[in-house]
């Protein structure tokens, strides 16, 4: 009987053992799916965040544009001088560059 007595006491130990050991993998498979879900949350958030900043700068872009536009035909002649001033001296810079003698690498 002190046989029997001590296997039902092992056997008892054993289940409690696999009992604690799947209340163990139960909470640490719900806390992987909760940091997974929360992992998904912040990429989500993150690419929301993203579209609305392109969005904002394409706006921005579009404001910008129409601005110019406005200020062209409001002041014609000054949008055509600074245009021609910048072409010069966009000119004259890429002639001196393309002048100059290339130097011998030694």
């Known amino acids: 009987m002190a046989l029997t007595t001590t296997a ?7 289940r409690d053992r696999v009992v604690d050991s799947a209340r163990r993998m139960t909470k640490l498979s ?8 929360r992992a998904a949350d912040a990429v989500e958030d993150g ?3 993203a579209r609305r900043a392109v969005k904002r700068g394409v706006n921005q872009l579009e404001d910008i544009q129409a601005e ?12 055509l001088g600074l245009a021609a001033g910048f072409g010069l001296v966009l000119g004259i810079a890429i002639g001196w560059v393309a002048s100059r003698e290339p130097r011998p690498y030694n």
């Open 30 to 37: 719900n806390d992987a799916q909760a940091l997974t879900s």
């Open 68 to 79: 110019g536009v406005h200020r062209v035909k409001r002041h014609p002649f000054k949008a």
């Open 47 to 49: 690419v929301y965040a």
């Open 8 to 14: 039902m006491e092992a056997g008892q130990v054993v």
